[in-house]
C-alpha cells in the first residue's frame, strides 16, 4: 500500500460524519441533494449545502467544490461538497480521477471520512476501488532528496482516508487488486524520477530484481552474455558509458508457467545524451527520463504479481547509457543486430529502437509470445503530432491494438493509432547495410516503428511511443508527479480483459 495514504473501509448506512478535526467528504449532482444515506449523516446540516451553495454561486459541476469549516451540528472541521454533475454518472476513468480530485482538496496528514454515496450511482465495490486507486494515485510524492522542509507545512505526513461503502467487504477485496496496480504505477514513477547519477543500468537492474519478493523470477544478462547472445545494436549504444548494459527478463507465472506469456519490452535508456550526435543543453537533464519504458514494464510487472494476476507474462528491458566517450559508436558505423540484420548509424541519437530490436528479437526468438507490446519515449515527432493527449499506437495485428485502444479509454491512458506500411521502407533503406537507423525527420514516429516492425519476425505486436507521455506530461487529477508511470494500468487492464485463464 501507499506510503502517502492510508485507506481504510466502513459500512455506509450508520456512519458517522467524524471528529473534531476531521475532513468529511459528500457528494452532489444539480440539485445540490445529497444521497440517501449521506443525508442521514447529515441530518439538519444538509440545509449547510443549500445556503453556502448559493452564496459561493456552487452549481455542482463535475470535480468542483464547496468548503463549509467547523458546520454547526456535525462535529467535525470541515464539510468538503463536491459537485458530479455531469451528461452521464461517473465512471471508470471518471471515477479514478475523482477519487485524485478528492485527494487533491486534502492536506498532508488529513483525517478523512468520505462517503461514496454518488448521485445517480450505485457505488459498487469496483467503482469503491477505482476511487481508493484515484486517491493512491494523486497522492504519490517524489522528494526523497529533499533534505529540508522550507516550513511545516512541506513536511510529509499521510493522509488517513476513511471510505464509507455499501458492500465493504467486496470493496476491500477489489481495492487490493486495484492498490497493487497503483503500486506498480508509482514503482515506475519513482523509477522515471530518479537522478541518472544513481539509477545507471546496473542501479536499475538491481531494482527490478526486487521483484523477486513478490515471485516473479528475475534474471540479468551481463555484457559477456549479451555478447554471447551477439545483441550488437543494443551493445553498441551502451559501449561508451562508463556504466555496462544490462538486459533484466522477469517472468510471472501467474498461469503455471506452461502456457503461451504474453510479452512486453520496454527501452531503457538510463540517460541519453545522444551521444556523438550529441543534443542541445538545453533540457537534457529530461533525459533522465528516456527509460519510462522500461520503468512501465517493472511497474506492470509488479502490479501483476501483486494482484495474483493468471497469466503468463515476461517483461523484458534493454537498459543502457549513451555517451559520447571515446568508446562510444559513430555515425557511419555498421552494427549486426542478434537477428543477423545489419544497420547502418545515421545518428547516434536514434539509440531507443536499437536497443528495442534486439530485445525484440531476444523475445521472440526465446519465449515465442502470444504478443509482444513495447513501450519507449521513442520520438519527438510523436510529440508534434499527438502531444501528450495520446500515445502513439504502431501494429500489426488489428486485434491487439483495438484491444489497446479500448483498454486506453476505460484507463484514461489513451493511444492513437498511427499507420504503419511497407511503403515507409525506402525512408529507412540504407545503400551499405540491410537498414539505417533513422529515415529522417519526415514520418519520424513511423519510420521508427517500421524499424522495430522488423525484429518482431511475425510475432503479433504493438508500439508505443510515450514521448508525449511518460514523463513531463501535464498535471491532472491522478498524477502530479514528472514521471507519470504512464502505460502500467492500460496494459494491466488489457491483461486483465482478455488474457487471464
Known amino acids: 500500500m501507499s506510503d502517502f495514504v492510508e485507506i ?39 440545509e449547510l449545502i443549500a445556503t453556502a451553495a448559493a452564496a459561493a454561486k456552487f452549481k455542482g459541476k463535475a470535480k468542483s467544490a464547496l468548503d ?67 486517491l493512491q494515485l494523486r497522492a504519490y510524492r517524489f522528494d526523497r532528496y529533499k533534505t529540508k522542509a522550507k516550513d511545516d507545512d512541506d513536511k510529509r505526513e499521510p493522509a488517513s482516508v476513511t471510505l464509507a461503502v455499501s458492500d465493504v467487504s467486496g470493496a476491500e477485496a477489489a481495492a487490493a487488486r486495484t492498490a497493487g496496480v497503483a503500486d506498480g504505477v508509482e ?86 545524451t545522444g551521444g556523438i550526435s550529441i543534443k542541445g543543453a538545453a533540457g537534457m537533464e529530461d533525459m533522465k527520463g528516456d527509460m519510462a519504458g522500461a520503468a512501465c514494464v517493472v511497474g506492470l510487472m509488479h502490479a501483476l504479481a501483486a494482484r495474483r494476476a493468471k497469466v503468463d507474462a515476461v517483461g523484458l528491458i534493454g537498459l543502457v547509457e549513451n555517451m559520447p566517450d571515446g568508446k562510444a559508436q559513430r555515425p557511419g558505423d555498421i552494427v549486426t543486430s542478434m537477428s543477423g540484420q545489419t544497420i547502418e548509424i545515421i545518428n547516434t541519437d536514434a539509440e531507443g529502437r536499437l536497443v528495442l530490436a534486439d530485445v525484440l528479437w531476444y523475445a521472440q526468438e526465446r ?12 520520438t519527438g515527432a510523436i510529440l508534434v503530432a499527438l502531444a501528450s493527449e495520446h500515445a502513439g499506437l504502431f501494429s500489426n495485428d488489428d486485434e491487439l491494438a483495438e484491444r489497446l485502444r479500448v483498454a486506453g479509454l476505460d484507463t484514461g491512458e489513451k493511444v492513437w493509432r498511427l499507420p504503419l506500411t511497407s511503403n515507409y521502407d525506402k525512408l529507412i533503406d540504407s545503400k551499405f547495410a540491410d537498414m539505417k537507423n533513422t529515415g529522417g525527420r519526415h514520418a519520424g514516429s513511423i519510420t521508427a516503428a517500421q524499424f522495430l516492425r522488423r525484429f518482431t519476425n511475425g510475432t503479433p505486436w504493438a508500439h508505443l511511443d510515450i514521448a508525449g507521455t511518460g514523463m513531463g506530461a501535464p498535471s491532472d487529477d491522478v498524477n502530479q508527479s514528472w514521471g507519470s508511470g504512464w502505460g502500467v494500468r492500460l496494459l494491466d487492464r488489457l491483461v486483465a480483459d482478455h488474457y487471464e485463464s
Open 187 to 272: 514503482l515506475a514513477r519513482t523509477l522515471v524520477n530518479e537522478p541518472p547519477n544513481v539509477l545507471h543500468p546496473i542501479e536499475f537492474a538491481r531494482r527490478a530484481s526486487e521483484l523477486s519478493r513478490l515471485g516473479v523470477e528475475v534474471e540479468i544478462l551481463d555484457i559477456p552474455a549479451l555478447e554471447r547472445l551477439k545483441m550488437g545494436a543494443l551493445l553498441g549504444v551502451g559501449q561508451g558509458s562508463a556504466h555496462e548494459s544490462r538486459v533484466a527478463v522477469m517472468r510471472w507465472n501467474g498461469a503455471g508457467g506452461d502456457t503461451q506469456p504474453v510479452a512486453f519490452v520496454g527501452k531503457g535508456v538510463t540517460f541519453d
Open 68 to 134: 463549509l469549516y467547523a458546520p454547526a451540528g456535525l462535529g467535525v472541521g470541515r464539510l468538503l461538497v463536491v459537485g458530479t454533475e455531469a451528461k452521464t454518472p461517473p465512471a471508470g476513468p471518471d471515477l479514478v480521477a475523482l477519487g485524485g480530485f478528492v485527494m487533491g482538496k486534502l492536506r498532508d496528514g488529513a483525517r478523512a471520512t468520505v462517503l461514496l454515496d454518488l448521485p445517480g450511482r450505485d457505488a459498487d465495490a469496483r467503482s469503491a476501488a477505482e476511487f481508493a486507486q484515484g
Open 8 to 46: 481504510a473501509f466502513s459500512p455506509l448506512r450508520g456512519a458517522r460524519a467524524g471528529s473534531a478535526g476531521d475532513t468529511l467528504v459528500v457528494f452532489v449532482g444539480a440539485d445540490l441533494k445529497p444521497g440517501a444515506a449521506t443525508a442521514e449523516v447529515l441530518g439538519a446540516a444538509s
Open 367 to 378: 519465449f515465442k509470445p502470444r504478443f509482444m507490446v513495447d513501450l519507449a519515449t521513442l
